[in-house]
């Protein structure tokens, strides 16, 4: 079984600043992605970013130059730097895992429950 924890989710004002970091563990053999995912009262869930195993890295249009999502693949951790936050940045955020439990076969995509971040003016 795979567990995805994140922790970091808070109450800030707009322009402050917040740190999500996303753990998973069990029975994992590779991780081919690591993201987070938002979603607002009444919206959809939505992409904020996700990054590979080999660096490659994208961002919703509405975060970039603004939030920063790093990786550590030895921990399987990865982490979203939250800068200069809005009032549209208020969601339940959610880490995302796209992984092999074993050798040979098909990927598989996992959740965390989701932690809640609130951005006040």
């Known amino acids: 079984q795979v567990q995805l924890v994140e922790y970091g989710g808070d109450l800030a004002q707009a322009g402050g600043s917040l740190r999500l970091s996303c753990t998973a563990s069990g029975s994992i053999f590779y991780i081919n992605a690591m993201g987070w995912y938002r979603q607002a009262p009444g919206k959809q869930r939505e992409l904020v970013a996700t990054?590979?195993?080999?660096?490659?890295?994208k961002y919703a249009d509405s975060v970039k130059g603004r939030f920063i999502i790093s990786r550590d693949n030895a921990e399987y951790t990865v982490y979203l730097q939250m800068d200069a936050l809005k009032l549209e940045d208020t969601a339940v955020y959610f880490c995302?895992?796209?992984?092999?439990?074993?050798?040979?076969?098909?990927?598989?995509?996992?959740w965390g429950r989701g932690t809640q971040v609130t951005v006040s003016s």
């Open positions: 995302h895992a796209d992984l092999l439990r074993e050798l040979g076969v098909p990927a598989e995509e996992h």
């Open positions: 990054i590979t195993t080999g660096g490659v890295i």
